[in-house]
Nanobody, 120 residues
């Protein structure tokens, strides 16, 4: 699976962004997917996960209620809608795919990151 993340940018605190992750190669609709982020000087951290069909999602406590993950299997694309953004949401966001239909933290394929910067 090849993954291409996009949609990052600079936004003021309280604003919104929608990230996209386009997949190609292996059958996308059978893969569990996830989003991670890495802030400068920090380790990469889990953000959210979605199962193969899109009917189950799981979020880190830090983004719960503000971020919504979804997928469109017909378009081989998944999304991360980020609302009420905070400066601490700043970082490089990575999308990832699992060989399994669901995974919370473990992934086999990674895309390049897209930078999200939230100004205060």
């Amino acid at each position: 699976v090849q993954l291409q993340a996009s949609g990052g940018g600079l936004v003021q605190a309280g604003g919104s962004l929608r990230l996209s992750c386009a997949a190609s190669g292996r059958t996308f609709s059978r893969n569990g997917m996830g989003w991670f982020r890495q802030a400068p000087g920090k380790e990469r951290e889990f953000v959210s996960a979605i199962n193969w069909s899109g009917d189950y999602t799981y979020y880190a406590d830090s983004v719960k209620g503000r971020f919504t993950m979804s997928r469109d299997n017909a378009k081989s694309t998944m999304y991360l809608q980020m609302n009420a953004l905070k400066p601490e949401d700043t970082g490089v966001y990575y999308c990832a795919a699992s060989k399994a239909t669901w995974s919370r933290y473990n992934y086999d394929y990674w895309g390049q990151g897209t930078q999200v910067t939230v100004s205060s």
